[in-house]
């Protein structure tokens, strides 16, 4: 276990200094003007213009101006916005409604892929299993700006049944509807794969053995099977987080949240390259940390891989 | 004596691969369908003078909201512009976005994907070493910061986001290319051939190549659904497409303020681009039912 966690760590620390360079370099690197480029299209005054050079160390060379954003970026300290408000202040107040958001959906979309996927598993071939094979291929077609918008109009403002909007302070029920939305970017994967998984393992010698032992069907599945199934399913909610930051950027624009998304998507809006630098960069470490934690994860649940 | 169980006359034409997928997919409805809906939707993009002869950006606001009428099907817009009229011909710049970012990624994908495969070693840590990198920075917060870099004033964003695009989604058919390549070069028709003095180059193109370019194929067609759909992610938060061109994603971002008195400037563009993107998924799917062995 423990040199699989030096391994990791040590990949993780390269991909950690490469993406954070990739998102560096894309803002700073090769400009003609660095400063208006994080103006976006306003003009600069001449004292924003000698605060972001401060700031940014623009009149240094391009690696030394990656170190001084990486110290900053470690030790919390994100700046100001365009606008003069603290970055950091900024994500403080917007990434708990945030947090809250994502877990609904995940929780939301990892049952949903456990139940249906594994009974589908083990009716392949029937109704119900085609039915959910033509449904998750229906999820995969309707991208997030479509089933946001749609979903706001027919379930919010149509029918009446949620709120449209949701606040700062939102209740789990005005949340339900954009977790809804933003579970079905991750669900559909997520439950192919524990339905191929556990349609492999159903075929497993050790499942035979369990069953000749004469345990209870239920146990061998949701105890034998399930375990080995999630394997999968685990290292792919690592992938998903990714996906529900992206998720997330539309859903909270759309349903009106004052979370991490619309921050950023606000960010966007007014060309507010710090913001935008900044927001990015703190997404991305906790993209990276939280696939670390999963791999880990990953490694408790199939020993196999511990010894790797 | 003959077996009864056989047919009378046996095919003994060698069989490829290829050659049985495609015997599948002719039997397959998903097949048909949706390559039916994907060649009307390209129809719609190069030639939208077919479907309407409405000018999408005559815009007159005495028309705001106006009901269907004539040859504007679907009604009028907040500005008063015609939207059956803007959603045919925000066909074109959808598909073309993702048809262009889909090779390129194709392309990068081919052959660092090959070269990693091929080569091993070094070359191979290097690169899957890049692929994590970019896997790294979750897709679209990449995109926005890359699209929003590219994009000069005044421009209408079609090579900013393209490159966006195409820069950001390769991995996939790299992994894909690498674990076909790394099965192929272990065969015993590759060594033969090696022996025969064949170039690395001949190797790569002309033996391995082929016999690895299904799966690759299959992974393009996914891509270009998902390509499409992400163009008008970023278009609708504002950093893909702009200015006067016409997209899906601008239509959807500009309708959804107003959905709860004008839905159907929402509904329809929503529809052709689900409609779009699931066309494509499905005949990715299609293909890759037909030409995986394992499914038989």
């Keep these: 276990m423990f040199r699989y966690i030096v391994r990791r760590l040590l990949q993780m620390i390269l991909t950690f200094f490469g993406a954070t360079f990739v998102v560096f370099a894309l803002m700073f690197a090769n400009q003609d003007d660095p400063v208006q480029a994080l103006a976006g299209e306003k003009p600069v005054s001449a004292s924003l213009r000698e605060a972001l050079t401060e700031r940014y160390h623009l009149d240094e060379g391009l690696l030394s101006q990656y170190w001084y954003y990486m110290s900053n970026l470690l030790t919390g300290d994100l700046g100001e916005s365009i606008s003069g408000r603290e970055i950091g202040t900024l994500l403080e107040d917007s990434w708990p409604v945030t947090v809250r958001l994502s877990l609904m959906a995940l929780v939301i979309a990892a049952a949903l892929a456990l139940g249906a996927g594994v009974w589908s598993a083990i009716r392949r071939g029937s109704v119900f299993d085609n039915g959910i094979l033509a449904f998750t291929l229906l999820l995969l077609a309707l991208p997030i700006v479509v089933l946001a918008p749609v979903a706001q109009w027919i379930f919010g403002m149509e029918l009446g049944w949620f709120p449209a909007t949701a606040s700062r302070n939102a209740s789990f029920y005005a949340l339900l509807l954009p977790a809804l939305v933003l579970a079905t970017t991750v669900v559909a994967t997520q439950l192919r794969v524990t339905r191929t998984s556990v349609a492999e393992n159903l075929r497993a010698d050790y499942v035979r053995t369990a069953r000749a032992k004469g345990l209870a069907p239920r146990r061998v599945i949701w105890v034998h099977v399930l375990r080995n199934s999630l394997i999968p399913l685990v290292t792919l909610i690592g992938v998903d987080l990714g996906v529900l930051m992206s998720g997330a950027l539309v859903t909270e624009g759309v349903f009106n949240i004052p979370g991490v998304g619309s921050k950023l998507a606000q960010g966007i809006r007014t060309e507010d390259g710090p913001m935008v630098v900044g927001f990015v960069s703190v997404l991305v470490i906790v993209f990276l940390v939280m696939n670390l934690v999963v791999d880990l994860l990953y490694a408790a649940l199939d020993p196999r891989i511990r010894y790797e | ?296």
């Design chain 2, 1 to 296: 004596m003959s077996d009864p169980t056989l047919p009378a006359t046996i095919d003994t034409r060698p069989r490829s691969l290829s050659g049985d997928a495609w015997d599948d997919l002719r039997h397959s409805k998903i097949f048909w369908v949706s390559s039916g809906l994907a060649l009307l939707i390209l129809l719609m993009a190069f030639f939208p003078t077919l479907f309407t002869s409405a000018n999408p950006a005559d815009c007159t606001l005495s028309r705001q909201y106006a009901g269907p009428s004539g040859g504007a099907l679907f009604g009028f817009d907040y500005q008063g512009c015609d939207v059956f009229a803007r959603t045919i011909h925000g066909a074109g710049n959808s598909l073309w976005v993702g048809l262009l970012a889909t090779l390129l990624a194709g392309v990068i994908g081919l052959f660092f994907g090959m070269a990693a495969g091929y080569f091993g070693g070094a070359v191979d840590a290097i690169l899957s070493r890049g692929i994590d990198i970019v896997l790294g920075i979750p897709f679209l917060l990449g995109a926005v910061v890359f699209s929003g870099r590219l994009s000069g004033a005044g421009d209408d964003g079609v090579t900013a986001v393209t490159l966006t695009l195409g820069l950001l989604t390769w991995t996939s058919a790299a992994r894909v290319m690498r674990s076909s390549v790394v099965a192929a070069k272990g065969q015993d028709y590759v060594a033969a051939a090696r022996m025969l003095g064949a170039s690395p180059a001949r190797l790569m193109f002309r033996h391995i190549l082929p016999n690895a370019f299904a799966p690759f194929i299959v992974v393009m067609a996914l891509l270009l659904g998902a390509n499409i759909a992400a163009e008008a992610t970023l278009s609708f938060l504002g950093v893909g497409l702009k200015g006067d061109a016409i997209s899906w994603g601008v239509q959807i971002a500009e309708a959804q303020k107003h959905a709860r008195v004008a839905p159907a400037p929402l509904i329809w563009p929503s529809t052709f681009l689900a409609a779009t993107v699931l066309a494509f998924i499905m005949l990715g799917d299609a293909v890759r039912d037909a030409f995986d062995p394992k499914l038989r």
